[in-house]
């Protein structure tokens, strides 16, 4: 089988390759990725079965080259930080809406199946004391440039599904942690804040929600999905992992053998979504898929112990993104 991931050099989508090398011994990936600041060659895992194109999802020649010679295109690719499309939403129009369009055109031309990589931020977000989650029939009503160009290319996606009969699906996952995330993020950030001898920063009071899960949790739904999915369909993919900011930060502080207080309260992020949460059901009872990593303690420590032993990986990436977030003044 050959897949073509888009985006493979980044987070989600290098942890992705890695699980297909592992699971999948029929399938050769090509990656398509423009190693913009956010994805690195060094991510990927040396093999035979993977190649790396560089090259920029916009750019229709490339893209119809290697749409040309594959069985599935796994669409990771995208501007993917909130605070970045507040500074500049330029990027975020280009790859996640001009991108995507430029790879369903490819994808209609060569009759190829695509999976469209989403998110949950899509929907908007939730009050504190909603009793409700995010369901796949939850309006749209996204908030930030960021969130507002992945819901303009789900209706691209859905829209290329009915009126030209692309045999696509769409995937709305909420906030990924795990290995070979960039230090802009939130876990990541305050992690190689510590091991930097600097203290961790929390937007605001802290007491917003995200719904975090294991990003090799996402990736093999993303597979079910693949695999047994109807064409057409939305899957949204969560682990009930919910938790407020300020906890996860005095959880990092803990497992790093800090004081739990020995954090600072930064401006807040205009705009910022209070909370998410993830009716993941249509996912496990229509098809079938459990998370696996159901303990997020475990889950961050194994996390803190990468980024502690892999500073190389990420030394280089964190001057300049705290550069950015000193100009946000966070
Ligand atoms: P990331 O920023 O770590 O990686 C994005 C990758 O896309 C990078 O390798 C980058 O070089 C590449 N890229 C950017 N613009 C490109 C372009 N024009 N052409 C080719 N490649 C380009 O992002 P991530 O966190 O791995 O997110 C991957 C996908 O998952 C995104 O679509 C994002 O919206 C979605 N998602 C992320 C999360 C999360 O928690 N991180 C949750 C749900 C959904
Ligand atoms: O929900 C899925 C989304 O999760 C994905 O679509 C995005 O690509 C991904 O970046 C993530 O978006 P968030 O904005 O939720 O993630 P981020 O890591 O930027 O921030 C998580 C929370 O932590 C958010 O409430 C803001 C807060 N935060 C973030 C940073 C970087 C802090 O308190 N301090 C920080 O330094």
Request: aromatic share 10%; hydrophobic share 40%.
């Amino acid at each position: 089988m050959k897949v073509l991931v888009t985006g493979g050099a980044g987070f989600i989508g290098s942890n992705f390759v890695r699980l297909t090398l592992d699971e999948r011994p029929d399938a050769e990936v090509t990656v398509l990725d423009a190693l913009t600041y956010a994805g690195s060659a060094a991510s990927l895992p040396a093999s035979d079965r993977v190649r790396l194109v560089e090259g920029n999802i916009a750019d229709a020649e490339v893209v119809d080259d290697l749409v040309r010679e594959a069985d599935v295109v796994v669409h990771f690719a995208a501007e993917s930080h909130n605070d970045n499309s507040l500074d500049n939403p330029w990027p975020f129009v280009q790859t996640n809406l001009v991108g995507t369009f430029t790879l369903l055109e490819s994808v209609r031309r060569h009759g190829t199946r695509f999976h469209h990589i989403s998110t949950d931020e899509v929907y908007g977000d939730l009050e504190l004391d909603d009793p409700a989650k995010f369901t796949p029939d939850t309006p749209y009503n996204p908030s930030s440039p960021y969130s507002a160009t992945k819901a303009g290319s789900d209706l691209l996606v859905r829209a290329w599904v009915r009126s030209f009969g692309v045999e696509a699906t769409i995937s709305n996952c909420s906030n990924n942690y795990g290995p070979l995330q960039h230090v802009e993020k939130f876990i990541p950030r305050q992690i190689t804040n510590v091991l930097g001898g600097v203290r961790p920063k929390l937007y605001g009071a802290g007491l917003n929600v995200r719904d975090w899960i294991h990003v090799d949790d996402h990736n093999s739904a993303v597979w079910t999905i693949i695999d047994t999915g109807k064409i057409g369909e939305t899957y949204l993919i969560g682990a009930d992992g919910e938790l407020d900011n300020k906890t996860v930060i005095e959880m990092i502080l803990a497992g790093m053998g800090e004081p739990a207080d020995a954090y600072d309260h930064v401006s807040d992020r205009p705009g910022h979504d209070m909370r998410y949460a993830i009716d993941a059901s249509k996912l496990r009872t229509e098809l079938g898929w459990e998370p696996r990593f159901r303990d997020f303690a475990a889950g961050l420590a194994d996390t803190i112990a990468w980024y502690r032993a892999n500073e190389p990986w990420w030394r280089a990436q964190k001057a300049a993104a705290e550069a950015k977030y000193a100009k946000l003044g966070r």
